[in-house]
């Protein structure tokens, strides 16, 4: 009983807990990412990512942060696929999966068969069958056009006027603008934890009814004689047990009763779409473990 408590408490500090695999410049360029990413920003995202990336180069010592910036952009990859039906965004994910394939195999010599490799292995001959549709030139470069033809001019042409550099247009994505599909995978992860808590608070409440059920039968067991000492051992074995399961039952009915409603507010900030919000959510996952990031943002602008 109470390892269940203890493995429970350990699934919802996973869920709200930012991962601690990346370096301090890797955990700089993921911040970047995951902000162009709320922004509708994919492409940008990827570089940020793939930065992050290049910055932790051990496959062997950074192992773990590798494999969750893989996953990340991954995943970007293929949503910027779906927007855009071009077969780029594919090509880039096959060239880093085969970066991240050969950076393995060299690390592990002695492990072919090791199970990261063979993930992203199948990752990457997922990205080879999509891209079978577009033929097998999809990844190759434009051909260069041909130069225009030489011609001998009888008069010198003016030199050509300088072109301005264009303005620099491009600007960081305002944190506050979070695409409600977050708020809403937010919301559902976290009326979930709220159903698992509901239901280990009813654990507990069962619990205590059934001990002490059996606490009254002990007592009820010789009226008429008093308690033997293996009678008074069982009896305050019954008597913590009900204890304790009544504290599990108000425990997790108030951490049920506050992600409930932290459940109910993602879900009406998503639908409040036209509003400046300030409620942030990426998913994030790693071979050995899977959560949410939520941020919150607090005061004036």
């Known amino acids: ?41 994919l492409a940008p995202a990827v570089d940020e990512f793939y930065a992050a990336y290049q910055s932790m180069p051990d496959a062997r010592r950074d192992r773990e942060g590798r494999e969750l910036l893989l996953g990340s952009m991954r995943m970007t990859l293929l949503n910027l696929y779906d927007q855009t039906g071009e077969p780029a965004p594919l090509c880039r994910l096959q060239s880093v999966l085969k970066e991240h394939i050969d950076a393995l195999a060299a ?4 492990e072919p068969e090791m199970l990261e490799l063979r993930s992203v292995r199948a990752r990457h001959d997922e990205a080879t069958q999509q ?15 041909a130069p225009p033809p030489v011609v001998a001019a009888t008069t010198p042409a003016p030199p050509p006027a300088p072109i301005p550099a264009p ?22 992860v976290t009326l979930g934890l709220s ?14 009814a059934i001990q002490r059920a059996r606490v009254a039968e002990v007592k009820n067991r010789s009226p008429d004689c008093p308690l033997t000492p293996t009678d008074l051992e069982d ?3 019954l008597q913590q047990d009900a204890h304790f399961g009544r504290r599990i039952a108000i425990g997790t009915g108030i951490a049920a009763a506050v992600t409930t409603a932290l459940g109910v507010t993602l879900f009406a900030l998503a639908r409040r779409s036209a509003r400046t919000k300030r409620w942030s959510a990426a998913p994030w996952w790693s071979p050995w473990g899977a959560g949410l990031t939520l941020r919150v943002q607090l005061g004036a602008d």
């Open 1 to 41: 009983m109470h390892h269940f408590f203890a493995h429970l408490l350990a699934v919802f500090l996973a869920v709200v807990a930012p991962p601690e695999s990346l370096s301090p410049e890797a955990g700089e360029h993921n911040t970047a990412a995951m902000r162009f990413y709320d922004a509708g920003q």
């Open 131 to 145: 891209l079978a549709a577009f033929g097998a030139d999809a990844c190759e470069p434009p051909p260069a056009s």
């Open 107 to 110: 690390a592990y010599p002695g």
């Open 195 to 208: 159903a698992a808590l509901l239901g280990v608070m009813s654990y507990g409440i069962a619990t205590e």
């Open 167 to 188: 303005p620099n247009t491009a600007s960081a994505p305002s944190s506050d603008d979070i695409p409600p599909r977050h708020l809403r995978i937010a919301g559902g």
């Open 235 to 237: 009896l305050r074995a």
